[in-house]
């Protein structure tokens, strides 16, 4: 079976089960039974429906394709991702921006989620993660740079590939630079890399603009 029909197949197949554990364990939230336990378990439940929407995602060959702004992309990761990164003591730089993409706007802000999770992942306290965004004439240039453990170049072709993990004591599927750039080329775009090990990473994500 191709890859991309088993991560649909099996995304459909765990998402009913995921709703009524969701709903079992909200009921004994609102009643009082077992908070803190219920609580616990909704946790985990989140982080498997993220799963799941990252085995669509892998399941997804095109995407919709119309001219968005970046600009609304930005500020939802803004208000995702600053109080998780001040909860760290990372330095996150959002910047504001009037550029506009063609392509899917929601599927773009997952890809972009993806960079900076794995970016906050492997970045110490006190270090800094800046966004960029670069016009270019054919195209808009995201950049995600983080000032973490970096790459080494041998391990950097492989890191795209489903379920690598480099660190295999950091949480995670191993999905997330995948669906990164799946999104990016589904829509016409790419995912760049530059990286040297103890200088941080630079992930770029390029869309067209027409």
């Known amino acids: 079976m191709p890859e991309d029909e088993l991560a649909r197949l099996l995304a459909h197949e765990l998402e009913p089960s995921l709703v009524a554990l969701e709903l079992r364990l909200r009921a004994l939230v609102e009643a009082g039974a077992c908070r803190a336990e219920a609580e616990s ?8 429906r993220a799963l799941v929407r990252d085995y669509l995602f892998l399941g997804q060959v095109e995407l919709e394709r119309q ?4 600009a609304p992309v930005l500020a939802a990761l803004a208000r ?3 109080p998780m990164a001040a909860a760290r003591g990372v330095v996150l730089e959002i ?3 009037s550029a506009e993409a063609e392509g899917d706007a929601g599927a773009t802000e997952r890809a972009l989620s993806n960079l900076l999770d794995n970016a906050l992942k ?9 966004v960029a965004v670069r016009e270019e004439q054919s195209g808009v240039a995201i950049a995600v740079k983080d000032q973490g453990i970096g790459i080494p170049l041998s391990d950097q072709a492989r890191i795209f590939d489903p ?11 191993g999905l997330g630079l995948s669906i990164a750039r799946r999104v990016a080329e589904a829509q016409g775009g790419r995912l760049d890399l530059a990286s040297e090990p103890g200088q941080g990473a630079t992930f770029v994500l390029v869309l067209r603009k027409s």
């Open 122 to 130: 492997f970045s110490s306290e006190r270090s800094r993660i800046e």
């Open 67 to 70: 001219r968005f702004a970046i």
């Open 163 to 173: 379920f690598v993990r480099l660190d295999r004591e950091t949480p995670g599927a």
């Open 41 to 48: 378990c909704l946790a985990e439940v989140d982080a498997l």
């Open 95 to 97: 910047p504001a921006s």
């Open 80 to 82: 995702r991702f600053g």
